[in-house]
């Protein structure tokens, strides 16, 4: 099946797929030949896209050139102009997959979060200020006040605005009763509602059957707080990964990483989550190196607990990736180039030519260009024809343009949802293969430099991964990899290294969770008294290592989620 990319926008989107007007086709249409289409439309939602041979972005033209959906269990096809409906009911009839319409599915997800909310509630009286008998719970209203407000950034005051409280009036008269009527009560449930959700959380983590894992971020907020943010990551004691925000507070004083850790550490403790501290997932800022060589000092001073920083510090792919992009777009003085990349087959720009890209080159003229033209006084009073493009400077545009969707697609293709660790060594290798490639096809090119530039950049984040064995660990423990990918696509002299790593990191870390299987007993003992003497002997147990017994198995390559 040949791919191409189109622009011609797919007929199926969420909003046709879930219309009850969609005509049911009992037979798919003919197709003898397919084309997969990349869809430029907004990206689809409907269930149905799960179910096919591609991704949500891709979809199948069949021999009449007709837009279809394309079963991926037996390849039958519906044209997507013809909505979902018949596509439900095929993987209904033929599959037993039920798939519930968008409605359906926002409003239990409604009952779901006022379910959720009952078991939120804090389990105090709430006073009914009418008297009269209601279906109304009040505990059950704050919580959804407080969520609502919270949510959308609602002021506290809303409460005393009349308009607002004629509206919930009319709604249900019942709730005069149950909403107080001053910002401050308005304040008091919000705090109520922290502190109760700050306990749940608390015994959550404290229960978690992993360690607690860590996003860090500090940032500046619109009005000059210094602000850090720590996300914990975990296995709760049901099994399911979770993660929950533990703080959002204002840092004092300075934004060093001494002063950080100190924050950090007044959390871990708020918790008591100090022997569960598992690894840090930061940018690359140089006072994070600091906060996690300061941490680990005060986990030794505190609780004795040995903790190597390099080893548990792991750093943003997202952010990597925009610094490299920046690098490869803007190279500054202090990014000296590897002197392994200065080779007899490639010619490196000199300075001053790198200066001239920067100050003088299409990117400076086009930035100059667009600047004038959203100035009014520029378009009146300004004519430099040294900021006018070439047609040349219009290619080296094209070029840049082309470079740059690299970037794009590995940023894609490690968020949300693929922003596991087990991507980040195969993003890099991605994005230097496209600069080696780079460096041939540019080598008498302006493009050397920011080739030599990016490549130089990424090389040195990349060569930091060395310090922690997760990088690793993350790729050989996806199901889809295992060790082919490293065994695959590694310098050969790399692998012996990388699997020495990887079994002093499982001894270290894991086997000691290994499983241990009983041995059923038999249903009535033996009546030989040697095989009786011999069974007292036997070992009850049989350990296993799971982690021979896993590379034992087979490679899943449709496994490309490494939670699933």
Not at 153 to 161: A, K, L, N, Q, S
Not at 462 to 490: F, H, M
């Amino acid at each position: 099946m040949a791919s191409q990319l189109s622009d011609t926008p797919s007929g199926l989107d969420s909003e046709q797929f879930d219309g009850s007007e969609a005509l049911d086709l009992s037979e798919p249409t003919p197709s003898t030949s397919s084309i997969g289409i990349r869809s430029k439309k907004r990206p689809r939602t409907s269930k149905i896209w799960d179910y096919t041979p591609g991704t949500h972005d891709d979809s199948f033209v069949n021999s009449m050139g007709k837009a279809v959906w394309r079963c991926k269990f037996c390849r039958k096809e519906y044209l997507e102009t013809t909505g979902s409906k018949a596509v439900m009911l095929h993987l209904e009839s033929a599959h037993s997959i039920t798939i519930q319409s968008t409605q359906v599915i926002k409003t239990l997800s409604r009952q779901a979060s006022i379910t959720e909310a009952f078991q939120h509630t804090s389990g105090h009286k709430r006073r009914n200020l009418g008297g009269n008998t209601s279906t109304l719970d009040g505990s059950l209203v704050e919580v959804l006040y407080i969520r609502w407000i919270t949510a959308c950034g609602i002021p506290f005051r809303m409460v005393e605005i009349e308009e607002f409280r004629t509206l919930l009036l009319y709604l249900n008269p019942a709730i005069d009763n149950y909403l107080p009527s001053s910002h401050t009560t308005v304040q008091l449930w919000t705090i109520r509602t922290y502190t109760a959700e700050k306990v749940r959380i608390r015994q959550r983590v404290q229960s978690a059957l992993s360690k607690i894992h860590f996003t860090i971020d500090l940032w500046s907020s619109p009005n000059s707080l210094a602000i850090i943010g720590i996300i914990g990551h975990y296995i709760s004691d049901i099994g399911s990964l979770q993660h929950s925000v533990l703080a959002l507070k204002e840092l004092d004083g300075a934004h060093s990483g001494e002063n950080q850790a100190a924050s950090i550490m007044e959390v871990i403790n708020d918790y008591g989550i100090a022997s569960k501290v598992g690894y840090f997932v930061m940018d690359n800022a140089s006072n994070n190196d600091t906060m996690i060589e300061a941490f680990s000092q005060l986990l030794k001073d505190q609780y004795q607990i040995s903790y190597n920083p390099y080893h548990h510090r792991l750093r943003c792919n997202g952010h990597i990736i925009n610094l490299t992009a920046q690098s490869f777009l803007f190279r500054t003085e202090k990014e000296a180039l590897s002197n392994e990349n200065n080779t007899n087959s490639f010619v490196i720009p000199t300075t001053l030519e790198i200066e001239q890209w920067r100050q003088k080159g299409p990117l400076r003229k086009l930035h100059n260009l667009l600047k004038g033209a959203l100035s009014l006084f520029c378009l009146q009073f300004c004519n430099d024809q040294l900021d006018m493009l070439l047609a040349n400077e219009w290619k080296d545009l094209e070029k840049l343009q082309s470079f740059l969707l690299f970037f794009h697609d590995a940023t894609l293709s490690t968020e949300s949802r693929g922003a596991t660790i087990d991507r980040v060594l195969p993003t890099m290798d991605f994005l230097l293969e496209q600069f080696e490639q780079g460096k041939k096809q540019y080598k008498d090119d302006i493009f050397m430099g920011p080739c030599n530039s990016g490549w130089a950049k990424l090389e040195k984040y990349y060569s930091l991964t060395d310090r922690s064995p997760v990088y690793i660990a993350a790729l050989v423990l996806c199901p889809q990899w295992k060790w082919e990918y490293i065994d695959g696509n590694w310098p050969v002299e790399w692998v012996p290294k990388a699997k020495v790593q990887m079994q002093e990191f499982w001894q270290t870390e894991y086997k000691s969770t290994a499983i241990a299987i009983p041995i059923l007993e038999a249903i009535a003992p033996p009546q030989n008294t040697f095989r009786q003497w011999q069974q007292k002997r036997e070992r009850s147990v049989l350990n296993i290592d799971e982690y021979l017994k896993y590379l034992q198995a087979p490679v899943l390559p449709a496994v490309t989620d490494a939670r699933a």
